[in-house]
């Protein structure tokens, strides 16, 4: 098992007018992020998230992320599951099996993101098939 860290840069925005979700208590956003540290590329991805004004809700999301993972070049799928009950959040998010392409062909691994200051970054736990 390796780790990877970094910061990164997210922009999650509603979704366009014609693809929002008829029930008005769920959200459908996208998400836009860029990693940078061990990770070195760039994701997108859409967000269903549900919730109230009082700490609790939750959200599922897929993110296709593409770039180099320190020196291997690709892209994988990652999958969210998050809870927030009375502001005490859970988060779950896994490399999606047999997404991997390129050098990062049967990756798996699990991704944690840290909030602090309002800064994020992650830590990846991931591994990867040997080289040749």
């Known amino acids: 098992m390796h780790q990877a860290k970094g910061p990164f840069d997210v922009k999650i925005e509603p979704a366009a007018a014609d693809e929002k979700v008829k029930d ?7 998400i836009d992020k860029q990693f940078h540290g061990d990770l070195d590329a760039h994701s997108v991805g859409v967000m269903l998230a549900t919730g109230s004004a009082k700490g609790s ?3 599922v999301a897929i993110e296709r ?15 969210h599951s998050a809870t927030m009950d009375n502001n005490s959040p859970s988060l779950s ?16 691994g699990k991704m944690n993101i840290i909030i602090a200051d309002g800064k994020h970054s992650y830590e990846f736990d991931y591994s990867l098939p040997a080289t040749p």
């Open 24 to 30: 008005s208590a769920i959200s459908r956003m996208t």
């Open 57 to 59: 809700g939750g959200y």
């Open 65 to 79: 992320v593409t770039g180099t993972l320190n020196g291997r070049t690709g892209s994988f799928a990652l999958q």
């Open 93 to 108: 998010i896994f490399v999606v099996p047999g997404s991997g392409t390129g050098e990062l062909a049967g990756i798996t």
